[in-house]
């Protein structure tokens, strides 16, 4: 509502109640903020309800998930490769339960993918068989002693905190240690499930880690501290050691969990010591969530953690401490090549879009590395064929919108997307480049067709395709209709 400016009658500076949000209040409120020049708008999705499926995934991961806890805790962990995919792939069912059919043929396409980085990984050890590279023991048991002065790590640890009794810190060791087998399938299936864009930028990093390692494990085999110390296979470059990482866990109860365990050390690599997976892939997974964190206290707590997970693995006589430094630096290496690929990227679609523009040169700052998913940002119709179209006259606003929108993909504040149905065919080259594009499925229009009559179809259908994509605002020259 417009407000006096004068002073003279000081009731009229409170506002009225407002009434509750319907089409007029939108489209003002759409107006002031373009006539204000803001590059984006809240979309109302609230009179938008949940696809009728949501209830339905939500029972089934509750299903999931107890179901998980009792067979965890009567028959142990789940640690096979086999089982291990069985597992992962019922949680997607649950949670993909009502999709529509494009999602489910991604989501085999990206399954497939990741049941291949695993049959590569399980193809190392006979790779190393095979190819013969003498096992390292004495050049990392001196590269330990030269580290902490002339002291193996390992003897230290064991001799001032190894007894014959279970104390807490054996408990909280194996904690630590068991994270391994639960934690990074955890991250990687939860990412699957809320948004494709993480779960890739996941993947890449973890596939790359994981290669990086497979790679050292055929060329660089390790006998770790506890073979190292075993006059049984003929070492003894160590004094004799305890492999005792399941005595704490057992303590606590879990007694299926160390039987499963144990089953698995049959089919291990017991020379994949350099890098350690334990302590790379307890620094992955903390260091990939690190830039949600807010508070600096609360990154420095979880950072402990590859900490704590190294030094337990030294306990355990599991790694020499130079395999937990090597690991992290492959953890490091690979995001800062993944964060500068991605940064590239951007550059290059956001350069390809300013150059179908005329624009000369880069105008934004340099891209930053990436994090959390930046905000989508929906392309409305109105913008896309106004940039598209050279002779509107609403071009030169239409364009001067959207390359504010690039810069800003260019430096990962907003990701765009655009319906697919929406965007321009005969669209200069390049020009929509940095837009991602959201199909439209059968369902999407089924659900429309059900919203308020007053909605214009077209707007209803872009509603319901922001809520499904969780896409909260948009980008237009005029205000919806909605």
Not at 323 to 329: L, P, R, S
Not at 403 to 411: F, H, Q
């Amino acid at each position: 509502m417009l407000v006096d400016p004068t002073p003279a009658h000081p009731v009229q500076e409170v506002p009225a109640p407002e009434p509750p949000v319907g089409p007029e209040q939108r489209e003002r409120a759409d107006v002031d903020a373009l006539e204000a020049g803001a590059p984006v708008v809240d979309l109302p999705l609230a009179a938008v309800p949940h696809d009728p499926f949501f209830a339905v995934r939500i029972a089934l991961l509750v299903l999931y998930a107890g179901v998980y806890a009792w067979w965890t805790a009567t028959q142990g962990l789940l640690l096979d490769r086999i089982s291990v995919t069985i597992s992962v792939g019922v949680f997607l069912l649950c949670a993909f339960a009502g999709k529509p059919w494009r999602r489910w043929a991604t989501l085999a396409l990206d399954a497939t993918l990741y049941a291949l980085m695993w049959f590569c990984y399980e193809m190392t050890r006979g790779a190393a068989d095979r190819i013969g590279f003498p096992y390292q023991g004495r050049v990392v048991r001196d590269i330990d002693r030269v580290l902490f002065l002339g002291t193996d790590p390992n003897v230290w640890v064991q001799e001032r905190f190894y007894g014959s009794d279970v104390r807490w810190y054996d408990n909280v060791a194996s904690s630590v240690y068991y994270t391994h087998f639960v934690v990074p399938v955890v991250a990687l299936a939860a990412l699957w499930a809320v948004s494709r864009v993480q779960w890739v930028r996941f993947m890449r990093r973890f596939a790359t880690v994981l290669a990086v390692s497979c790679a050292m494990f055929v060329v660089v085999p390790t006998v770790p501290p506890w073979l190292a110390s075993s006059r049984r296979y003929g070492y003894d470059l160590l004094p004799p050691l305890e492999r005792h990482t399941a005595r704490g866990f057992y303590d606590l109860g879990f007694a299926g969990f160390v039987r499963g365990w144990q089953r698995a050390l049959d089919w291990g690599n017991p020379v994949a010591a350099m890098p350690s997976l334990h302590a790379g892939f307890a620094l992955f997974v903390p260091a990939f969530f690190l830039p949600w964190l807010r508070p600096r206290w609360s990154k420095a707590l979880v950072l402990v953690f590859p900490v704590l997970m190294l030094a337990s693995l030294v306990y355990f006589a599991e790694h020499w401490v130079v395999d937990g430094i090597v690991a992290f630096a492959v953890v490091g290496a690979s995001f800062a090549l993944w964060n500068r690929i991605e940064g590239r990227q951007r550059a290059r679609r956001a350069g390809r879009a300013r150059r179908a523009l005329g624009v000369p040169g880069p105008r934004a700052a340099p891209a930053g590395p990436s994090g959390p998913s930046a905000p989508s940002v929906l392309l409305r119709r109105d913008l896309l064929e106004a940039v598209s179209d050279g002779a509107s006259p609403e071009h030169a606003t239409a364009a001067a919108r959207y390359l504010d929108l690039v810069e800003r993909y260019e430096r990962h504040e907003v990701r765009l997307r655009a319906r697919a149905d929406h965007l321009p065919a005969a669209a200069p080259e390049g020009l929509f480049a940095p837009v991602e594009p959201v199909h439209v499925a059968a369902q999407h229009r089924r659900q429309a067709a059900r919203l308020d009559p007053r909605l214009d179809g077209d707007e209803a259908l872009t509603l319901v395709v922001a809520r499904r994509e969780r896409i909260r605002q948009a980008a237009a020259l005029r205000p919806s209709t909605a």
